[in-house]
């Protein structure tokens, strides 16, 4: 029975608009729906109430972008069919067509893959595995083609010209990341170059007028001529017949501008390419012949990866393994070849709705085409927001939801049901100035993009708003690590500020938003030390501790255990010095320096139950399966047992995990025994495999919770922090060549040594380099959005402002130079002016600094010739250039005591009495903080300085430098020394620093001024 408007109302407590979405019966609805609209409510209201006017389930297809999405929807479907008495079709819900686009590719193509000549065993294999196998396919081809120059001498240049410093990896990111844009559309073998190729253009006089434009109309004026000059010699050059243009003075007036220093950097920047280019006689012939060397190129790239696509695509029928990206290929191609399928498909899904449309890629949107066309018996809903499209990396095409949005019905929803009004007002204000202007943006905020708020859960309370922290601006002198360290205690101390005044209840209610991962181990690191719990929510990247290369290590050592190998020796050390068995450096050096027959042994001398283990295992890598192995392994090694005695338990765990799930298909692909070793080595140290597991989180746990922007979209957190905004957008593009939707094809022309040719390319590189960074910021503003709209009750943002905005190249950038002042009340601004991070944090830090040092991975192995000879070395103290007589030699001996008296702080030795009594400065060491051989390295003008202090006394009020001596203690001799620990000392901490030499044989203080 068909449910009236008000019925909706009633039953499902829908709001007008989300009842003209359910009713609305249109062969296509594009529903934009603005952050915390209710939109998964609507979709499921509309699925629910089909059904309960008697439509069959096997008629929807409901397409999610997340697992999780998807789930979701299946349980608050099935919970609404429960109420409505359908309890048998709840039960068939699970097995229902409502998955992400990828499930249902799968599936759709397992059954009917015979129908293109595929097994329909057809497996999908994990990335990790087939970007190691890509690279492997590249590796082949540059050296087929390195070594036989004879036969193709042109493919020959092209490797030799790109490859980076004697390094192919460069090369083979700038293929892969190529071929995976260029497949969307279509067989590499089947394109044609000169459709990917965007030449009309390469001198752009509108987009050179309008970027001086944004910076300075006075500029123009004022430089009219020069500035109209420029821009026919560009319209000559890009092949509009008209004269080369001729002009006698290049001289720019400045005079009266009153331009800053980045605006008047930028004009420079924009003017300099087309002066170099007139500079250098550069005419339309020489870009003739430009373009024709730029083909040439691009055709030798686009043959190599014809090359390459095939020998991936022997590889993948050969396994029978492939992936996502080949599925959705895949089902278009079996509906496309097969009309009688794509017939029953059309006459099967009547109602298709797809979640998230601003997501989806072309592929996805070519299959739901092939529904739609010719087909008036479909109703297809989509909904989505183009202000929350965010997922260009994974081929999202937010133009889709553009056209679609200009050509079809669409029902917008408004109404906001998660955030505080307040946060709703200042998002409105704020994206109205910075969304202005939809040719730019794709987006005028002004345009049905206004949203209303109608959360009650937070009316009348007083903390629900918006605030802004505000960090001193000292930030030109401070690296970007500092400022992370500085924003992380604002956020803390905001965070126990709100506790006392009862704004919150738990650390619980508390999230913070960054940019990326990249401030996580800071912010681990200042809330451990402010003593606030925090939870880390993102996808688990294995290798962010060195479990894994541990275990790669005791898989190699093994497999070596009986062998001579110069290799043995780091993979032994990595092993016996882990929690494994947790040998000291004092044993691992005693294995080196073995003394036989008074010669030292320089075999290396393996402990007896470390050798037993391998042994063992050596034995299972040639007689067992790659699973048997492992599962040796880590019973052999008791690996469960000695990780729950360490920290970051879970991450070893998972990687354990890891291990074990991908030893199976690795023997599926027939590498087994020491290629299984190898390739596990490989794995655990090529830096470029980015290893992740999708980690549950405890959301009932009492801490505050981090996590990146792309993470947090569909979430919500009731009291926000949003960090990192001062942290400049990402400018960085394929070096060699790359292929995107702005500008096709783009090279970096390296073949030839001709000036002219040179210019060009540098023109037109900063061309396309413009046009992508163009299209680039509409993401990001789009992730500065979703940021903003995911805060309930109260939104906060870290910033530190600056002076000049005339460069907008980061989210705080945006926000000052659009009004953030006139969008939040004064009474909610908080402006520190002095750093709050503290000496303690970083003394701290470092005591605590038990993290293992991956500088210890990328370490050569170096042997040392030891002779008998004094050597001198640069360092931070006192150097003896002179031959050692015994009697120095005693007194050094002396001296070492006395020092070891002093470091362990022995109160029964006098000379450690005489020194404790001393006044430094007037203050006793018992007042103070006391750090005993503070060992230090810095970078000095491109030298590492690097020593250790014996004392460093810190006071409320100052700190003290103390150097011991056994007799001398001139402090005119020791000046320079004690100065360049004060130099290390004075970055660290903000307050005065005295200097003090201290003898103890004489118990004579003396203060180096």
């Given at each position: 029975?068909?449910?009236?408007?008000?019925?909706?109302?009633?039953?499902?407590?829908?709001?007008?608009?989300?009842?003209?979405?359910?009713?609305?019966?249109?062969?296509?609805?594009?529903?934009?729906?603005?952050?915390?609209?209710?939109?998964?409510?609507?979709?499921?209201?509309?699925?629910?109430?089909?059904?309960?006017?008697?439509?069959?389930?096997?008629?929807?297809?409901?397409?999610?972008?997340?697992?999780?999405?998807?789930?979701?929807?299946?349980?608050?479907?099935?919970?609404?069919?429960?109420?409505?008495?359908?309890?048998?079709?709840?039960?068939?819900?699970?097995?229902?067509?409502?998955?992400?686009?990828?499930?249902?590719?799968?599936?759709?193509?397992?059954?009917?893959?015979?129908?293109?000549?595929?097994?329909?065993?057809?497996?999908?294999?994990?990335?990790?595995?087939?970007?190691?196998?890509?690279?492997?396919?590249?590796?082949?081809?540059?050296?087929?083609?390195?070594?036989?120059?004879?036969?193709?001498?042109?493919?020959?240049?092209?490797?030799?010209?790109?490859?980076?410093?004697?390094?192919?990896?460069?090369?083979?990111?700038?293929?892969?990341?190529?071929?995976?844009?260029?497949?969307?559309?279509?067989?590499?073998?089947?394109?044609?170059?000169?459709?990917?190729?965007?030449?009309?253009?390469?001198?752009?006089?509108?987009?050179?007028?309008?970027?001086?434009a944004d910076i300075s109309l006075s500029f123009i004026e004022e430089n009219q001529e020069l500035v109209d000059f420029y821009l026919d010699y560009y319209d000559y050059l890009n092949g509009k017949d008209i004269e080369r243009p001729v002009i006698k003075k290049t001289i720019i007036k400045w005079k009266d501008l009153n331009l800053t220093k980045d605006q008047e950097s930028?004009?420079k920047k924009l003017i300099n390419y087309p002066k170099e280019l007139y500079k250098n006689d550069v005419t339309i012939n020489d870009v003739i012949v430009f373009k024709k060397e730029t083909f040439n190129t691009?055709?030798?790239?686009?043959?190599?990866?014809?090359?390459?696509?095939?020998?991936?695509?022997?590889?993948?029928?050969?396994?029978?393994?492939?992936?996502?990206?080949?599925?959705?290929?895949?089902?278009?191609?079996?509906?496309?070849?097969?009309?009688?399928?794509?017939?029953?498909?059309?006459?099967?899904?009547?109602?298709?709705?797809?979640?998230?449309?601003?997501?989806?890629?072309?592929?996805?949107?070519?299959?739901?085409?092939?529904?739609?066309?010719?087909?008036?018996?479909?109703?297809?809903?989509?909904?989505?927001?183009?202000?929350?499209?965010?997922?260009?990396?994974?081929?999202?095409?937010?133009?889709?939801?553009?056209?679609?949005?200009?050509?079809?019905?669409?029902?917008?929803?408004?109404?906001?049901?998660?955030?505080?009004?307040?946060?709703?007002?200042?998002?409105?204000?704020?994206?109205?100035?910075?969304?202005?202007?939809?040719?730019?943006?794709?987006?005028?905020?002004?345009?049905?993009?206004?949203?209303?708020?109608?959360?009650?859960?937070?009316?009348?309370?007083?903390?629900?708003?918006?605030?802004?922290?505000?960090?001193?601006?000292?930030?030109?002198?401070?690296?970007?690590?500092?400022?992370?360290?500085?924003?992380?205690?604002?956020?803390?101390?905001?965070?126990?500020?709100?506790?006392?005044?009862?704004?919150?209840?738990?650390?619980?209610?508390?999230?913070?938003?960054?940019?990326?991962?990249?401030?996580?181990?800071?912010?681990?690191?200042?809330?451990?030390?402010?003593?606030?719990?925090?939870?880390?929510?993102?996808?688990?990247?294995?290798?962010?501790?060195?479990?894994?290369?541990?275990?790669?290590?005791?898989?190699?050592?093994?497999?070596?255990?009986?062998?001579?190998?110069?290799?043995?020796?780091?993979?032994?050390?990595?092993?016996?010095?882990?929690?494994?068995?947790?040998?000291?450096?004092?044993?691992?050096?005693?294995?080196?320096?073995?003394?036989?027959?008074?010669?030292?042994?320089?075999?290396?001398?393996?402990?007896?139950?470390?050798?037993?283990?391998?042994?063992?295992?050596?034995?299972?890598?040639?007689?067992?399966?790659?699973?048997?192995?492992?599962?040796?392994?880590?019973?052999?090694?008791?690996?469960?047992?000695?990780?729950?005695?360490?920290?970051?338990?879970?991450?070893?765990?998972?990687?354990?995990?890891?291990?074990?799930?991908?030893?199976?298909?690795?023997?599926?692909?027939?590498?087994?025994?020491?290629?299984?070793?190898?390739?596990?080595?490989?794995?655990?140290?090529?830096?470029?495999?980015?290893?992740?597991?999708?980690?549950?989180?405890?959301?009932?746990?009492?801490?505050?919770?981090?996590?990146?922007?792309?993470?947090?979209?569909?979430?919500?957190?009731?009291?926000?922090?949003?960090?990192?905004?001062?942290?400049?957008?990402?400018?960085?593009?394929?070096?060699?060549?790359?292929?995107?939707?702005?500008?096709?094809?783009?090279?970096?022309?390296?073949?030839?040594?001709?000036?002219?040719?040179?210019?060009?390319?540098?023109?037109?590189?900063?061309?396309?380099?413009?046009?992508?960074?163009?299209?680039?910021?509409?993401?990001?503003?789009?992730?500065?959005?979703?940021?903003?709209?995911?805060?309930?009750?109260?939104?906060?943002?870290?910033?530190?402002?600056?002076?000049?905005?005339?460069?907008?190249?980061?989210?705080?950038?945006?926000?000052?130079?659009?009004?953030?002042?006139?969008?939040?009340?004064?009474?909610?601004?908080?402006?520190?002016?002095?750093?709050?991070?503290?000496?303690?944090?970083?003394?701290?830090?470092?005591?605590?600094?038990?993290?293992?040092?991956?500088?210890?991975?990328?370490?050569?192995?170096?042997?040392?010739?030891?002779?008998?000879?004094?050597?001198?070395?640069?360092?931070?103290?006192?150097?003896?250039?002179?031959?050692?007589?015994?009697?120095?030699?005693?007194?050094?001996?002396?001296?070492?005591?006395?020092?070891?008296?002093?470091?362990?702080?022995?109160?029964?030795?006098?000379?450690?009495?005489?020194?404790?009594?001393?006044?430094?400065?007037?203050?006793?060491?018992?007042?103070?903080?006391?750090?005993?051989?503070?060992?230090?390295?810095?970078?000095?003008?491109?030298?590492?300085?690097?020593?250790?202090?014996?004392?460093?006394?810190?006071?409320?009020?100052?700190?003290?430098?103390?150097?011991?001596?056994?007799?001398?203690?001139?402090?005119?001799?020791?000046?320079?020394?004690?100065?360049?620990?004060?130099?290390?000392?004075?970055?660290?901490?903000?307050?005065?620093?005295?200097?003090?030499?201290?003898?103890?044989?004489?118990?004579?203080?003396?203060?180096?001024?």
């Amino acid at each position: 029975m068909k449910k009236t408007k008000d019925d909706l109302i009633n039953t499902y407590g829908l709001n007008d608009e989300q009842v003209l979405v359910v009713l609305d019966s249109s062969k296509e609805l594009i529903v934009p729906a603005g952050a915390g609209s209710g939109k998964t409510k609507t979709l499921v209201t509309k699925v629910v109430n089909l059904l309960t006017e008697g439509k069959s389930l096997d008629n929807f297809l409901v397409l999610t972008f997340t697992k999780k999405a998807a789930n979701e929807m299946k349980e608050r479907i099935k919970k609404e069919l429960i109420k409505a008495n359908l309890g048998n079709m709840a039960n068939k819900i699970d097995s229902s067509n409502i998955s992400t686009f990828d499930a249902f590719a799968y599936n759709f193509v397992k059954q009917n893959a015979s129908l293109i000549g595929l097994d329909s065993n057809i497996e999908l294999l994990d990335g990790i595995f087939f970007n190691q196998i890509k690279k492997d396919i590249l590796d082949e081809i540059f050296t087929d083609i390195m070594l036989n120059e004879e036969r193709n001498p042109s493919l020959y240049n092209f490797v030799r010209t790109y490859t980076d410093k004697q390094s192919e990896d460069s090369l083979k990111g700038d293929f892969l990341s190529t071929y995976n844009n260029l497949c969307e559309l279509g067989k590499i073998k089947d394109l044609k170059l000169n459709t990917l190729i965007d030449d009309s253009n390469y001198f752009d006089s509108l987009m050179l007028s309008e970027e001086l434009a944004d910076i300075s109309l006075s500029f123009i004026e004022e430089n009219q001529e020069l500035v109209d000059f420029y821009l026919d010699y560009y319209d000559y050059l890009n092949g509009k017949d008209i004269e080369r243009p001729v002009i006698k003075k290049t001289i720019i007036k400045w005079k009266d501008l009153n331009l800053t220093k980045d605006q008047e950097s930028m004009i420079k920047k924009l003017i300099n390419y087309p002066k170099e280019l007139y500079k250098n006689d550069v005419t339309i012939n020489d870009v003739i012949v430009f373009k024709k060397e730029t083909f040439n190129t691009l055709k030798i790239i686009l043959d190599i990866l014809v090359i390459y696509e095939e020998k991936l695509n022997d590889f993948k029928k050969l396994t029978n393994k492939y992936e996502f990206n080949d599925i959705a290929n895949f089902l278009n191609q079996i509906l496309n070849e097969n009309e009688g399928l794509l017939k029953r498909q059309k006459d099967k899904f009547l109602y298709v709705f797809v979640d998230e449309y601003q997501d989806t890629s072309k592929v996805q949107s070519d299959f739901l085409e092939m529904l739609i066309k010719d087909n008036e018996k479909i109703n297809v809903l989509y909904v989505g927001d183009i202000k929350q499209s965010i997922y260009k990396f994974r081929n999202a095409k937010p133009e889709t939801f553009k056209n679609k949005l200009e050509t079809i019905k669409s029902i917008p929803l408004k109404a906001n049901y998660r955030s505080s009004s307040s946060i709703i007002d200042f998002v409105n204000k704020l994206f109205k100035e910075i969304l202005d202007d939809k040719d730019k943006y794709d987006i005028d905020y002004k345009d049905n993009h206004y949203m209303e708020s109608r959360s009650t859960k937070f009316l009348g309370n007083r903390f629900a708003n918006v605030y802004l922290e505000e960090l001193n601006t000292s930030e030109d002198k401070r690296t970007s690590n500092n400022q992370m360290i500085e924003e992380a205690f604002s956020v803390g101390r905001k965070i126990k500020e709100l506790l006392d005044n009862k704004a919150i209840n738990s650390y619980k209610e508390v999230a913070i938003l960054a940019r990326n991962k990249k401030s996580f181990e800071t912010f681990k690191n200042v809330f451990k030390y402010l003593d606030i719990p925090l939870q880390i929510q993102v996808d688990q990247k294995l290798k962010q501790t060195y479990f894994l290369k541990l275990m790669a290590n005791v898989l190699k050592l093994s497999s070596l255990i009986d062998e001579e190998n110069s290799e043995k020796r780091f993979y032994y050390f990595s092993v016996a010095r882990s929690e494994l068995f947790g040998f000291s450096d004092y044993n691992l050096f005693n294995s080196l320096t073995k003394v036989v027959d008074n010669k030292l042994n320089s075999k290396l001398e393996i402990d007896d139950l470390i050798y037993e283990k391998c042994l063992l295992l050596n034995r299972v890598i040639y007689t067992k399966s790659n699973y048997e192995i492992i599962d040796d392994m880590v019973h052999i090694f008791d690996m469960y047992k000695k990780i729950s005695k360490t920290t970051k338990v879970k991450e070893k765990e998972y990687q354990i995990e890891y291990l074990y799930n991908i030893s199976k298909t690795l023997s599926d692909l027939n590498i087994t025994e020491l290629d299984f070793v190898e390739y596990i080595y490989n794995l655990a140290y090529n830096d470029d495999l980015n290893l992740e597991i999708s980690i549950l989180q405890d959301s009932k746990e009492d801490s505050v919770k981090i996590t990146n922007i792309h993470q947090s979209k569909g979430l919500e957190y009731e009291t926000l922090f949003v960090v990192g905004l001062n942290n400049e957008f990402n400018s960085s593009l394929v070096r060699n060549f790359n292929y995107n939707n702005v500008v096709k094809f783009n090279l970096n022309l390296k073949s030839s040594s001709d000036i002219k040719t040179l210019k060009i390319n540098d023109s037109v590189k900063n061309s396309k380099i413009s046009k992508t960074l163009k299209d680039n910021l509409k993401e990001e503003l789009r992730l500065l959005y979703v940021a903003l709209t995911r805060a309930e009750k109260a939104l906060y943002l870290v910033l530190t402002p600056k002076d000049d905005y005339s460069k907008l190249n980061s989210f705080a950038d945006y926000l000052y130079s659009n009004g953030l002042y006139d969008f939040i009340s004064p009474l909610n601004i908080t402006r520190y002016s002095k750093s709050l991070s503290n000496a303690e944090y970083y003394l701290k830090l470092k005591e605590e600094n038990t993290y293992y040092p991956l500088e210890l991975d990328k370490l050569e192995e170096i042997n040392f010739e030891i002779e008998s000879q004094v050597i001198e070395s640069s360092k931070a103290s006192i150097t003896i250039n002179e031959l050692i007589d015994d009697g120095l030699k005693h007194n050094l001996k002396q001296g070492i005591l006395m020092h070891e008296s002093f470091e362990y702080e022995n109160i029964n030795d006098k000379f450690y009495l005489n020194f404790k009594n001393n006044l430094f400065n007037g203050k006793k060491l018992s007042d103070a903080k006391i750090y005993h051989e503070y060992e230090y390295e810095y970078i000095d003008k491109n030298v590492s300085v690097k020593g250790i202090i014996d004392m460093v006394a810190l006071y409320k009020d100052e700190v003290h430098i103390i150097d011991y001596k056994l007799k001398n203690n001139d402090p005119v001799k020791y000046r320079d020394q004690l100065l360049n620990y004060k130099k290390y000392l004075s970055k660290i901490f903000e307050l005065p620093i005295l200097m003090f030499v201290y003898s103890i044989v004489d118990n004579k203080l003396s203060e180096v001024v």
